[in-house]
């Protein structure tokens, strides 16, 4: 429940700060899903390593 | 909603808060009581178990608060007056606040009190978000101050959060009633006093945009909290209510990170409002620059620190507490001070000092000539400074006062000792300067005949009226007096020789 006036100038402008940050936010995530995505040495190596611990033997 | 009387009973049960849809705030014989409506009562109780809310209870930025169980409802109930609150709220549940010594409200604070609640506000908004809890409204109203240090008293100002949620809705109060009065005092050296007494809820942005010359409109400090929501506003048609609807995203994280960030924003805007250290009024470099003897502040302090040393007042009232010197003196004593002056400059150094020092020490902006009005709906809402401050304090100074309300303001010796009898229970520390010292007469100016019956003896005769007279000392090469004066149970009619009830008098080899 809202107690305080919320004003009318002030909101709008919240609301274009929370599409900014909204937007660096999902920008964020689609870095991150880009890098996992498109970096496939890295996930050859993590891939590597993953099996060489489920075996117990060594990676060289 | 803030503990302020409202309405007197005869049992002086007060209530109040009859703006806050959720409760009532009772002060009763010196304890504060909330009466919580049900539609509130989940929300507080989310609140209290919430490990912020223990957080904040630790650090003391909260107001102590227990729920009353049957028996000390039963207790509560036995005023007249909460009863009657009580039975017109149908499943109410009674909780109670520890009490702030000394109410004050934000229209008597220095800027950095009022930022300092500010900051808390903020802090707490923050620290909510993880919990998932978030504040209705962003008012000074909600914070008190415990000597220096702002502590949130108005618990019913928490709810659970709307998970999608990525808006904080009080964040334009938060700008109109913190941020803008700080930067138009900061800018435009505007008094708060001037701006919160009247405007309850704040200054608009247009209020603000008003003040400003074209090139002010694209400072940094103005064009995100004034120009850009007033150029904005004016798009928006008045009708259109769309923007007031609540938002929802899909994803609660993504809401949780723009509100983070959004609060950041806030806080680090708020950091540019603050107050600048070092600003100089006409009285802030007194204690520094005067035309008293080596030995005049010396002497006084002693008088002082011996009577506090004595009389052990466990609360003191330091009037024209200047930058705090002699509220300090108090305050390392033991004491608890309310210091007023009514240089808002000087009383938020006073603050500075108290916060550094942990001192405790409430400064407030406050003229004794021109006393803080009781304010809000019926004249009712806040109490005026005199109604809180009668009869409060077991010790007042009054300390280089009295020259100035019998010569600037035209108060009459009598009425300026007569209150003082009001406000002290027990002792009073007044200095008493002569029409012939330096300081009076160039406050004066020229209109000396006006004193010419102001005497130490005629000052004497009417102290007496309401104070035996313990103790007087002259000051080092002034035509100063300080009395130490003890409060009688009822006042005289005027003595014609007061020395019959004057204990001790010194006189300081000149």
């Not at chain 2, 990525?166 to 001037?194: D, Y």
């Not at chain 2, 400072?219 to 929501?229: E, K, Q, Y």
């Not at chain 2, 600037?408 to 029409?435: C, G, H, M, Q, Y």
């Not at chain 2, 130490?456 to 007096?481: G, H, M, P």
């Amino acid at each position: 429940m809202m107690y305080a006036d919320p004003g009318s100038g002030v909101l709008i402008w919240q609301i274009l700060l929370a599409l900014f940050f909204g937007a660096t936010f999902s920008f964020s995530k689609l870095k991150t899903w880009a890098l996992n995505r498109f970096r496939p040495a890295h996930k050859f190596e993590r891939a590597e390593e993953a099996y060489a611990a489920k075996s117990g033997s060594k990676v060289e | 909603m803030r503990q302020s009387p409202a309405r007197k009973s005869s049992n002086t049960a007060v209530t109040t808060s009859l703006r806050d849809p959720n409760g009532h705030v009772c002060l009763v014989a010196d304890r504060v009581i909330r009466i919580v409506k049900p539609t509130g009562l989940n929300d507080l109780k989310t609140f209290l178990d919430s490990p912020a809310c223990a957080e904040f209870l630790e650090r003391q930025k909260l107001v102590n608060t227990r729920f009353l169980d049957a028996n000390a409802v039963a207790k509560v109930l036995e005023h007249e007056e909460v009863r009657r609150v009580y039975e017109q709220t149908p499943g109410a549940a009674i909780f109670e606040h520890e009490r702030v010594a000394f109410l004050s409200f934000p229209y008597e604070w220095p800027a950095e009190m009022l930022h300092a609640a500010a900051e808390l506000t903020i802090e707490m908004a923050q620290q909510l978000l993880a919990d998932g809890l978030g504040m209705k409204d962003a008012s000074p109203y909600n914070v008190l101050f415990k000597g220096p240090n702002p502590v949130f008293v108005d618990l019913l100002s928490f709810e659970p959060r709307v998970a999608g949620d990525p808006t904080w809705l009080p964040f334009a109060q938060f700008v109109r009633t913190f941020m803008l009065p700080l930067l138009v005092n900061k800018h435009f050296g505007i008094s708060l006093a001037q701006i919160l007494t009247t405007h309850r809820d704040g200054l608009e942005p247009e209020e603000v945009f008003s003040l400003l010359s074209p090139l002010q409109k694209f400072r940094r400090a103005f064009l995100t909290l004034v120009s850009i929501p007033v150029w904005l506003a004016a798009r928006q048609g008045a009708e259109d209510a769309k923007i007031y609807q609540r938002r929802q995203l899909n994803d609660p994280a993504k809401a949780r990170f723009i509100l983070k960030r959004v609060l950041e924003s806030a806080r680090r805007k708020l950091a540019a409002t603050a107050p600048r250290a070092r600003r100089t009024s006409a009285w802030s470099d007194y204690m520094d620059h005067n035309n008293y003897s080596q030995d005049y502040f010396p002497q006084k302090q002693r008088f002082v620190s011996q009577v506090l040393c004595e009389q052990q007042p466990r609360r003191v009232l330091d009037v024209g507490c200047n930058t705090g010197y002699f509220s300090a003196i108090a305050a390392r004593s033991g004491a608890s001070v309310v210091a007023i002056d009514y240089d808002p400059v000087v009383v938020g150094q006073v603050w500075r000092q108290a916060r550094a020092e942990q001192l405790d020490i409430l400064p407030l902006v406050v003229n004794l000539a021109r006393p803080t009005p009781s304010i809000g709906w019926r004249n009712a809402e806040c109490a005026s400074f005199l109604d809180r401050a009668r009869g409060r304090f077991e010790a007042v100074l009054m300390l280089g006062v009295i020259h100035h309300l019998l010569v600037s303001e035209r108060i009459p010796l009598a009425e300026i000792i007569k209150l003082t009898a009001e406000l002290a229970t027990d002792a009073l520390v007044i200095e008493f300067v002569a029409p012939d010292d330096p300081m009076f007469r160039r406050i004066a100016r020229g209109r000396d005949h006006l004193f010419s019956d102001l005497t130490k003896e005629s000052f004497e005769a009417t102290a007496v009226q309401y104070f035996d007279i313990v103790r007087c000392e002259r000051l080092d090469q002034t035509n100063r007096w300080l009395y130490l004066m003890r409060k009688i149970s009822n006042p005289r009619s005027e003595i014609s020789n007061p020395k019959e009830t004057l204990i001790e008098c010194f006189e300081m080899q000149q």
